[in-house]
Structure formats: C-alpha cells, structure tokens
C-alpha cells in the first residue's frame, strides 16, 4: 500500500464523479489523504500540508484561549468564576508550561526530508517550502528550550528496525538546542522573502526576529543563571556557562540590527493614528498594509473555523454584542501603575492627598492623566471608549461619613439617604466583588480587542491576529543586548524610539538593568512574554515570592526589576454624595485587593524549568531528570 500524507486540500482537487458504479468506490482514494509523490509535486498541496504544521506552532498564549493565560502572573484577574483558582492558588506545579511534542518534530522531518527529495517542485518553490519548515521547527525547538532546557535534538525522521535503542537520545545542552535555533535562522534567512507585507508565511524578518529574541535569552540565562547554581545541571543539560553571555548577546544584536537597518524589509513602529493610545491599539488590530510592525502572526479570517472569541470574552459588560459573555480579563492596578508619567518617572496613581485625605477629581480620567499613551492602548479605564462608546465602571457613592453606598448590580436601585427615587448605584460594567463578567479591579483589556461591529458575537468571532513577533519587540531586543555589551549609547538609542511613539518625547539619557526590564514590561504585556523574561533574568522566584502584598507595597518601588507582584489589585472609582459640599458629585478612588484573591503567587526555584514526564523518563534511560526531579 502507498504512503499517504495527511492535508488540508479543496475539496475540487479531490471531487471525483457522480456516476461510478458501486465497486469503484473501492478504489477511490480518501479525500484527506494523498500519495506522498503526489503531494510532493504540486505546489497547492505542498502548501497545503505546510499549513497544517503552521496551525500546530505552539504559542504560550494566544487569542483562541488566550484570555486565561493572560491573567495569571498578577497583572490582570480572571473575572469567571470558574477561574478564580488562578488567584487563590499559592504557587505553579513543577510540570506546569511544559512542552515535549515530538510527534509535531517528526512530521517537520518527514516534510523537509520529502521536499527535499521531490523532483517535482521548481526550485524557488522547493527553496521557501523547506526553509519555512526548517523555521517551524527551529521555533518550535525554542519554545522547548524555553521551559525544558536541553531537550533531545532530533532533525531526521526516526524508523523503528527492532531496536528500541535506536530511538533513545540524550537531551543536548541547553546551549546546543538555542544553538541550533540560531544557526537554523541564519542558515534559512535569505531563502525567505523579504517582505513586510507576508504576516502569516514566515520572512526574512521573521528568521532574524527569532534568532535575535533565542540569542537575548541565551545569553540571559548564561548571564543571570549565576543566581541560581541550584537551577543547572552537571551536564549543562540545564544551564549555560557564563562566559558564552556576550556571543550570545552579540550575536542577538547583530541579528535584531540587521532588521532595523533595513536587511529584511521596511519594518517600522506602527504611526498611523494621531490619539497615540489609540494609535498603540490599532497595532494589534489593523491588519492593512498600513501596518509595518509586525513580522509574524498566527492569522484568522472571519467566515472561516479559523476565528477566536477573545472579543468574545473579554468585551466591556455593557458594550457586550451578546448581553453579557464579556468581562474575564481585568488587567490590574499592578500593571497600571507601571505605565509611568510623561517626565520619565514613576508614581503611584494620587489617590489621597499628604495627610492621607481623598482626592476628588471632577471627571474619571484626570487621575491617569499624563500618563505613557500605551496606558490606555493596553487598557480599557473608568469613563475610556470602546467602539467609540464608554464603560460605566464605578462602585458605588462614598457617604460623607466615609461609609460605601452601593448595590450588588446596576439592575438593583437603591434611593439615596435622604432621597426617594430609586436611581442606579453602580456602574453597569462593575466593580463589585464575585460579579462574574464585570470587571474587579476597576479595569478591562484593551489589547487585540476588536473594534470592528459583531467581533463582539459568537456566531461571528473575530479574525484580528495573534503577533508573535512585531518590530517594538526587536527594538527592545536590540536595546538589551546593547545594554548588556556595554554600549549604553546604541541601547538608549533604540529604547527611546519605542518610548517616543508612546508620548514619552524627553530622551532617557541613562539606561539600566530595570529600564530594561520595565520597558519590556510596558510595551510588551499580554503578549506571553512575562514568565519567559522573568525566567530567563532569574527574577521569577523574586517577584513571585509567595509573600502577600499591601497598600503600601503596592506603591513603592514602582519601576523596580525586583519589585513583589503576587497578588493582583484594583482601582475602584466611586462618587461622592455630600449634598452642599463642593466635592458632591466627583469622584474618588480607592485602591482594592478583590475578595477572591486570597493566594499569593510562588514561584520556586523547581519552576524554572517544567517537570519531564515520568513516561518519557522510563521510556528513555538516557533522559536525564530535571534539577526539580
């Protein structure tokens, strides 16, 4: 019987007639499996079996189901109720994040070993297909490297003759498989198109993009690794030595330059919008030609299964297409503190005065003013707009005795003190404590939430795309690896451009290490680099130290690379009922940690790299155990 390859095809490449007698069907061949030398020598097919690999690239998150990754870490909360164990937990489990799909790297090898052998493919053809192979793979070998360490490396397709010793192979250093990443990236850069138009397709630009981010964190580990001689192994399965961290930085920079430079394409930062939080918004939702800042996306297009429900999810309450499936993912006041003020300095949002009275504010959003403009491109705040509407979030009236008049949904009026008319007593979009779908912390995402009328509905979804690398993030990439090599100069060069598109007009003139690791913070937020950066600076069991967090932690230390964020809190506006006074009617604001966050995220030492596999362990002897195990 002939091999057969499993793709996706039209189904008028594979219709067959209408009339054939009942025998013949016998011999009609699957319509979802064809020939290996069939498939190999179209074009169509080819690419249709490559984009069955493109579909499985694992992302850490993503738009799909995205949302529940994204509120973990402290810097957002997971407004279903169903989920609040990610803020009543304690700490991660050693296998958690975890990655070892070989069945995904064996059919990479099964495709770059018949490309390679097809006589039928022209040669451009045949060039592109096996270079944007090698790069899934390649990337694919990061995404493991990233929380396994050294993992087997394996890039021929493995037969079983009889003996299972043939398809047992140790795990290389941590340093042989980022590697080979990079070599892959090099070896495969200029026989990718160099096109900033192609998203989906990897380019030139995509192939730098990943060797310059693999080269930063190789160098990171081997550099910062030092901190945590309990997190290595003897055979540098994991673990870099730390004198390999200027070649690898070196290498990233070079990588990341030749990107800003021009070698793979017009990349830019996205200056289409003159409302510069808008404008960062429109980065993660504008899929025209217009916008030259992303590299590489995993794409949707509506009309299709290929479509996602993050809208869905996470539209405001009350601007919600479908009545209510809204709301999960509340950034919170951790990471909205962290956008810092015009003049290039940290401060905690003034919620009381020096003598610890309240500040009243005449309108909602003077208390963010003058602030980073990617604030409320990531964020959604009291009175901000969505679909050019604005979500009611407050909670309640603050009597002038300081006592809290509210309800527990702006359903249920309530008649104020002294009044008799029943009248709405808290904000339609929330807070309130345990109110599913309504934000908790005073916030709602902004970012790859979609504009666009009926996103918002599940018969429709949305088919904005997933970014996994934008030219920001090679700038920032560039930035730290110039850092780290001593050239303050080139690193302060490349770190005010992003910040220049974010309002922040007045130039750092001094860099450091938690500059470096604030900006990342900022601008790179709910696009799943978090944890992988807080692992590869070993900051991770730091910040998620386990402790509780207060008040007055939550103020201090704002900008700091070690500052504890373990607990996620809100902000909750609420107006001021005092008949008389001149403060009636504005509003106040009062830093809360939500009822349900009872946990404190720790992250041990074990963390840093995910548990392997008791199968895999007894499958294969020559696996070494991770530090944890």
């Given at each position: 019987?002939k091999?057969?390859y ?6 008028a490449?594979?219709?067959t007639g209408a ?9 009609v061949?699957?319509r ?8 190999f ?6 690419l249709?079996?490559?984009a069955n ?5 694992l ?5 799909d189901?995205g ?7 402290s810097?957002?909360?997971?407004s279903?109720?169903?989920s609040?164990g990610?803020v009543?937990?304690?700490g ?7 990655t070892?799909?070989?069945t995904?790297?064996r059919e ?5 070993q018949?490309?390679n052998a ?9 060039k592109?297909f096996?270079?944007?192979?090698r790069?899934?793979r ?6 493991m ?9 394996i890039?021929q ?6 003996d299972?010793?043939?398809l047992q192979?140790p795990?290389?250093k941590?340093?042989e498989?980022?590697d080979?990443v990079i ?10 198109p160099t096109?900033?138009?192609e998203?989906a397709?990897?380019?030139k630009?995509a192939a730098l993009a990943?060797?310059?981010r ?6 990171s580990?081997?550099?910062y690794g030092?901190n ?10 994991v673990g870099?030595p730390?004198?390999?961290?200027n070649?690898y ?6 990588a990341?330059?030749?990107v800003?430079?021009g070698?793979a ?8 919008i003159?409302?510069?939080?808008e404008?960062?918004?429109?980065v993660?939702y ?8 992303s590299i590489?996306v995993?794409?949707?297009k509506?009309?299709?299964t290929?479509t ?6 996470n539209q405001?309450?009350?601007?919600s ?10 950034p919170?006041?951790?990471?909205v ?9 940290y ?8 003598s ?18 990617r ?13 050019s ?5 407050w909670?309640?009236?603050?009597l002038a ?20 008319e029943?009248?709405?007593v ?5 807070p309130a404590?345990g109110?599913?779908?309504?934000t ?8 790859y939430?979609d ?6 509905r599940?018969?429709?979804r949305?088919d ?15 930035a730290?690896?110039?850092f ?6 080139v690193?302060?060069?490349?770190m ?6 974010a ?5 750092l ?15 790179l937020v ?13 900051l991770?069991?730091i910040?998620?130290?386990?402790n509780?967090?207060t008040?007055a ?9 070690k500052k504890?964020?373990?607990?996620p809190?809100g902000?909750?506006p ?6 008389g006074?001149?403060n ?8 809360v940690k939500?009822n349900?966050?009872?946990g ?7 963390n840093?790299?995910s548990?392997?596999?008791?199968n ?8 070494v155990?991770q530090p944890?195990?």
């Amino acid at each position: 019987m002939k091999k057969t390859y499993k793709a996706f095809i039209l189904a008028a490449l594979l219709s067959t007639g209408a009339c054939k007698k009942d025998k013949e069907y016998l011999d009609v061949r699957p319509r979802q499996l064809v020939p290996t030398e069939t498939l190999f020598s179209d074009p169509v097919l080819v690419l249709s079996a490559l984009a069955n690999l493109y579909d499985r690239q694992l992302d850490f998150s993503g738009l799909d189901n995205g949302w529940a990754s994204f509120v973990d870490f402290s810097e957002a909360f997971p407004s279903e109720n169903g989920s609040a164990g990610i803020v009543q937990r304690n700490g991660w489990g050693y296998g958690d994040w975890g990655t070892w799909d070989y069945t995904y790297i064996r059919e990479l090898n099964l495709f770059i070993q018949r490309a390679n052998a097809s006589t039928g493919l022209n040669e451009n053809d045949k060039k592109r297909f096996l270079a944007e192979a090698r790069f899934l793979r390649a990337n694919y070998y990061f995404e493991m490297v990233k929380r396994m360490g050294g993992v087997p490396l394996i890039t021929q397709p493995l037969e079983f003759t009889g003996d299972v010793t043939s398809l047992q192979f140790p795990r290389s250093k941590e340093s042989e498989i980022y590697d080979f990443v990079i070599s892959e990236a090099e070896a495969i850069k200029d026989m990718l198109p160099t096109n900033p138009d192609e998203k989906a397709r990897v380019t030139k630009g995509a192939a730098l993009a990943m060797e310059a981010r693999a080269a930063l964190y190789a160098g990171s580990i081997a550099k910062y690794g030092a901190n945590t001689p309990q997190v290595s192994l003897p055979g540098n399965e994991v673990g870099i030595p730390a004198g390999m961290a200027n070649g690898y930085y070196t290498k990233a920079l070079a990588a990341a330059q030749q990107v800003i430079n021009g070698g793979a394409g017009s990349y830019s930062l996205y200056k289409e919008i003159p409302d510069l939080s808008e404008n960062f918004a429109a980065v993660f939702y504008d899929k025209s030609s217009k916008n030259k800042e992303s590299i590489w996306v995993e794409d949707f297009k509506t009309g299709t299964t290929k479509t996602h429900s993050y809208t869905v999810n996470n539209q405001p309450y009350s601007l919600s297409e479908e009545g209510g499936d809204a709301g999960r993912l509340n950034p919170s006041l951790n990471i909205v503190e962290a956008f810092e003020k015009l003049d290039n300095t940290y401060a905690p949002l003034p919620t009381v005065d020096a003598s610890g009275n309240p500040i009243f504010y005449t309108n909602q959003k003077d208390i963010f003013a003058g602030r980073d403009a990617r604030l409320e491109g990531t964020v959604i705040i009291p009175s901000g707009l969505f679909k050019s509407q604005p979500v009611d979030i407050w909670a309640g009236y603050q009597l002038a005795d300081g006592s809290i008049f509210s309800s527990s949904d702006a359903t249920a009026f309530r008649a104020l003190p002294g009044t008799t008319e029943n009248i709405q007593v808290i904000g339609r979009d929330g807070p309130a404590n345990g109110k599913e779908f309504r934000t908790q912390t005073g916030f709602y995402i902004r970012k790859y939430l979609d504009p666009v009328i009926g996103s918002g509905r599940r018969g429709r979804r949305s088919d904005v795309a997933f970014i996994r690398y934008r030219y920001a993030e090679v700038l920032l990439n560039a930035a730290e690896a110039a850092f780290e090599l001593n050239q303050p100069g080139v690193a302060l060069n490349y770190m005010n451009q992003v910040r220049s598109r974010a309002g922040l007009t007045t130039p750092l003139t001094e860099i450091n290490f938690d500059r470096i690791v604030h900006e990342r913070r900022v601008e790179l937020v709910f696009e799943g680099h978090t944890l992988f950066d807080m692992k590869r600076w070993r900051l991770a069991h730091i910040v998620w130290d386990g402790n509780q967090t207060t008040i007055a932690d939550l103020k201090s230390n704002i900008g700091s690379a070690k500052k504890r964020n373990t607990q996620p809190w809100g902000l909750w506006p609420y107006k001021y009922y005092n008949p008389g006074n001149p403060n009636n009617g504005k509003w106040l604001f009062k830093e809360v940690k939500p009822n349900l966050v009872t946990g404190a995220n720790r992250f041990q030492l074990g963390n840093y790299y995910s548990q392997i596999d008791n199968n895999i362990l007894s499958n294969n002897p020559k696996i070494v155990k991770q530090p944890n195990q």
